[in-house]
């Protein structure tokens, strides 16, 4: 494995396990140091595929990426995943779970109610993802560049668009 995807995967393998404590953080946590010392691509292979099987029990666990890479900075990606395991906590340790479920609702298109507060969350800390992301890209140029403050991004908001209506238009005096 490539050095810079050795440390994209590791990283993400690091915040997730900051989220939580499970039985298999300290393995993971000896082998991403092993992995860090490893002298070639062969090696750090031979430690990622440990990682993998001891992770691969945790529906949460995160996946290498597969496909094209990113056009985004890793540094980008790497405080929008972060972002996004904040929001995922955040929202997963709110209290009164069952009033919070029937009167947050998914998307009207799709819907239906959240199964579990957990659903909830992966959906908010999505969206937090996707909205850094936008932010970033945005045509109107960035709004995100990547920083942060702490655990908070220093994003813009978007613009507030302006109201239009059809009424202040055939007031204007002639």
Partial sequence: MKIENWNMNTAQVTLWLEKEARPVNPA???????????ENDDERDTYWG???NLGKKYSDFPSARRGRESDLPDEVLLNATSVKNTVISAFAALTDADVILKVILPHGRSGGAYATINDLAEEMGAKAYRALLNAHKDKNGSRWDGSMDGNVPLMTPPPVKEATTD???GDEEE
């Avoid at 993971?28 to 490893?38: C, F, P, R, T, Y």
Wanted: aromatic share 0%; hydrophobic share 55%; net charge negative.
């Fill in 28 to 38: 993971i946590e000896l082998s991403i140091m092993l992995g860090n010392d490893a």
């Fill in 50 to 52: 440990a990682i993998r």
């Fill in 167 to 169: 009424a202040t238009e």
